[in-house]
């Protein structure tokens, strides 16, 4: 069984400008979470989507991020514009429902100049 | 008061040693369990869950769970140098959020 697709892996960019992350969870998850780890620290949960649906948005800082999961399967994660503080390692991951246990992907290494 | 706490560490242990991480949560209500690996410059990497209060076993890795207590505890029987990772609980709430601690830094000595 596959695991949980990211890409990039690696991004960097200078401040202001636009960035996107695409994620394809394992096959059969509908669950699907999108974490922010800065170093140091443990993952720190953006959003969290059930299928389509943004169950859990209240971290995600939405005057800059936006994110879709059009089909309830892949999604997408923007930041636009970018900022210094932004740089980190963005994580996704799913599990089967959630009461699942969660995989996580190899992640995307964002670095605002 | 943290969601989820662990201590950061370092903790150093000689090889062949029990390593013993602890974690703490504040929802009552939360109802599963997870410790994941993460070393460095991976993601975090599944090594147990656990659901029921008592302890759960797989290989060298067993998982403490004190639902009175409000704690998880993660045991490393015979630990080896490979084992030197960061150690990160996850607590998922009552509300199916996951949180996570800021881990706990594992050097297993040779």
């Known amino acids: 069984e596959a695991g949980v697709v990211q890409s990039p892996r690696y991004k960097i960019i200078e401040k202001k400008q636009p960035v996107a992350f695409w994620c394809n969870p394992i096959s059969g998850h509908n669950t699907l979470y999108w974490y922010l780890q800065n170093l140091g620290q443990g993952p720190e949960l953006l959003i969290r989507y059930e299928n389509e649906e943004a169950v859990d948005d209240s971290q995600l800082p939405k005057d800059r991020f936006s994110a879709e999961r059009l089909k309830g399967v892949d999604s997408t994660l923007k930041i636009q514009p970018a900022e210094l503080g932004d740089s980190a390692v963005y994580l996704c991951?799913?599990?089967?429902?959630?009461?699942?246990?969660?995989?996580f992907g190899p992640g995307t290494r964002l670095t605002v100049l | 008061q943290k969601e989820v706490e662990q201590n950061s560490g370092p903790l150093s242990v000689p090889e062949g040693a029990i390593a013993s991480l602890n974690c703490t949560y504040s929802d009552r209500g939360s109802q599963s369990f997870f410790w994941y690996r993460q070393y460095s410059g991976k993601s975090p990497e599944l090594i147990m869950f656990?659901?029921?209060?008592g302890d759960k076993e797989d290989g060298r890795f067993t998982a403490q769970l004190n639902k009175a207590s409000q704690y998880v505890s993660l045991l490393i029987r015979d630990s080896q140098p490979s084992d030197s990772a960061t150690y990160l609980c996850?607590?998922?709430?009552?509300?199916?959020?996951?949180?996570f601690g800021t881990g706990t830094r594992l050097a297993v000595r040779p």
């Open positions: 991951a799913s599990s089967r429902g959630t009461s699942g246990v969660p995989f």
């Open positions: 656990i659901y029921s209060n």
């Open positions: 996850a607590v998922k709430s009552s509300g199916d959020k996951l949180t």
